[in-house]
């Protein structure tokens, strides 16, 4: 494989995984949940 493949693949999984982390951790600092 390519390295900018695996490059672009990576910071794809990084923000589907970080999204709803991220979220998760405002609202449950902002006391939504």
């Not at 494989?1 to 902002?30: D, H, K, Y």
């Given at each position: 494989?390519n390295?900018?493949?695996i490059?672009?693949?990576?910071?794809?999984?990084?923000?589907?995984?970080?999204?709803?982390?991220?979220?998760l951790?405002?609202?449950?600092?902002?006391?939504?949940?």
């Amino acid at each position: 494989m390519n390295f900018e493949i695996i490059l672009q693949l990576t910071s794809l999984l990084f923000i589907v995984v970080a999204g709803p982390i991220v979220i998760l951790l405002i609202s449950t600092r902002n006391g939504n949940l």
